[in-house]
């Protein structure tokens, strides 16, 4: 086995989840992903934990979810043995890297929005774990990514296999700001796009340095962002970054909101799959999240969001649900079935404010080098 | 997909496991046995069942017993998530075949006996759920058989594609003895090993008509085999068919009984693996079952105790746990952590007599064309 692949696990198990003797941890691992989970195993029969594992297959969902379309079935809302399974948990790792990552592309999509209305309560609940989700470089993902294979497994490792404590201590900074702020303020100019000016509230939110794991209330391998909940956005908002949704590729994603809402929207690409986001719930209207990606070792987008996201110079918002963590204590942020991610560049031409102070600019923060050229 | 894959997922929902809308199903996936899974969760959508995957790869169990193992850990004998599962499932679909059937073949057997004890609760709770057994047709099983891919996946269809009304109502001819029956004695005699001369008793046990179907308390696909949980042994059996016990091959054993408890044994290679299931614990050296296989669409012997114990012609006896299914009502039976079948070929020079009628003579039942000639 590449020594990576356990290297991988080791941070997964102990510096992501800080699996402890005794805890009862849930792995799912995807079609291709088999090798991760061989070295997640070992890792967790060292550390003497408890280990569940599922199947987690694409196109066995696709199947699941065809057949149950073909007899007009509805969905059961609470499936009691994914609920136990969830509610018991400890801890709950999810290893992505399937065969094919359009796999569900011909499942109705009125059909895959029933099942995931159906599952918020399972959903919930595993979001109450100390869940961390993760992939295993596969030739699938290469693919999408536009990479060969080996150079994709280099990536990914690159973003993986970091100095998490030293990437925390950075963004420490970043959330003492978010923090401190009551308002964030995005603009970027660019030559054949709609420029980007869009405010929102921040106050009363706080940020969560995203450092990979659950210590850092951080649930993504690799991470390397800080988020916060935001509210109340003005403006428009234009994202540069192409993103799947649904199996369907959407680019140049416009954005209009007034009191918080979307009320206007295009794409260039994949219209018809925003659309049908937007109108799963009220909430899907409104931002659930404004992330600032910090991992530099991410130095290309890979039609992926788990790296996309992260990636050094991006700023990325979600509409949708809100992150508990983001909250006061006992308060509920924005509430919808669903949360998308979408993505613009910073690099170049662009302003980031909090409070009308400018903490990045062209992609250099304040504290960097090269900020007061 | 080949069309049998799917007629193996209609049989394995419908007749075996009696799925109905609203179940909750678990299925449990090995390496190699996705194409079935993918069937099952077709089917399982089109009834209108939850649907819940395990991934039950050898591989990772090995690794994780190995971790384990390495750091000297003691296994938690009540996994919490694992007896959530089974406690809350309806019915359980365990899919078999995996990439390499000796893939635990290096784990400690002290390892595996101890986890194997420490699984005993998990083990009661699925084993109370409608749970069936089956394979995929994979290569690693047409190895293990000696047969050719294709060729082995005829084989498995051959034996699970069954009209098994019929076979139901043959065994049923087959239970009815048993049931009214005190003791049954088998004989074979042969030139170049030892005789078998065993007498059993099975006052007050039922039968089970196993046809493939929880609704005949049967627990395989395929089956087709009648079974009985028999005590106070006496005797000698020698089993001509190879068999597999914790990756170990075992060839040739002998086994001596005194008041119900094996009291000598040998083989002629294998003798290691064999005694160690022996010594599990004491209801180890006594017989949980004895069954007939009666499904002359299995037509060899493929080194898988799921179709050889079912081979038409053929007489198995179990060391170990009995079925409950056997016993009367509240009473439990021969109680152990392993059951290990072990074969004998009937189908020349035998007679299997119940209270010393005839039944089965050279592999010819008495209501058979060719039994009075």
């Not at 990325?316 to 006061?328: I, M, N, Q, T």
Request: some cysteine; proline content about 2%.
């Amino acid at each position: 086995m590449d020594e990576r692949v356990r290297e991988h696990a080791a941070v997964l198990v102990d510096w992501s989840a800080r699996i402890e003797t005794g805890d009862d941890v849930v792995v799912s691992v995807a079609e291709d992903a088999h090798e991760l989970g061989v070295a997640v195993a070992e890792a967790l029969g060292e550390r003497g934990a408890n280990v569940t594992t599922l199947y987690g297959s694409d196109e066995l969902s696709r199947a699941y979810l065809k057949g149950a379309e073909s007899e007009g079935r509805d969905f059961d809302d609470d499936p009691a043995v994914d609920r136990a399974i969830f509610e018991t948990a400890d801890a709950y790792l999810r290893i992505g890297g399937g065969r094919n990552t359009t796999a569900t592309a011909d499942v109705n999509r009125e059909t895959r929005q029933a099942y995931a209305k159906a599952r918020k309560g399972v959903r919930e609940a595993r979001m109450d774990t100390d869940w961390v989700s993760t992939v295993h470089p596969t030739r699938s993902l290469a693919q999408q990514a536009g990479m060969a294979y080996e150079e994709y497994q280099e990536f990914v490792y690159n973003a993986v296999l970091r100095d998490w404590e030293a990437l925390a201590e950075e963004m420490a900074e970043m959330k003492a700001i978010l923090d401190a702020g009551d308002e964030v303020r995005i603009v970027t100019e660019r030559d054949e796009a709609p420029d980007t000016d869009v405010s929102m509230s921040i106050a009363g939110r706080t940020a969560v340095n995203s450092a990979a794991s659950v210590a850092y209330d951080s649930h993504n391998l690799p991470s390397g962002e800080v988020f916060t909940a935001p509210y109340a956005t003005e403006g428009e908002v234009f994202f540069d970054v192409p993103m799947t949704i649904d199996a369907t590729r959407v680019r140049d994603v416009h954005l209009v909101f007034e009191d918080g809402e979307v009320v206007d929207f295009d794409a260039e690409t994949g219209a018809e799959a925003l659309a049908s986001v937007l109108d799963t719930d009220p909430g899907a209207r409104r931002l659930g999240e404004l992330g600032i990606g910090m991992n530099r070792g991410i130095d290309r987008f890979t039609d992926s969001i788990l790296f996309d996201e992260k990636m050094g110079d991006t700023v990325h918002l979600a509409v949708g649900r809100a992150y508990d963590a983001c909250l006061p204590e006992g308060e509920s942020g924005n509430d919808s079935a669903v949360h998308v991610d979408m993505i613009t560049d910073v690099s170049e031409r662009s302003r980031l404010e909090v409070d009308g102070e400018l903490v990045q600019r062209d992609g250099t923060f304040r504290w960097e080098d090269g900020f007061d050229d």
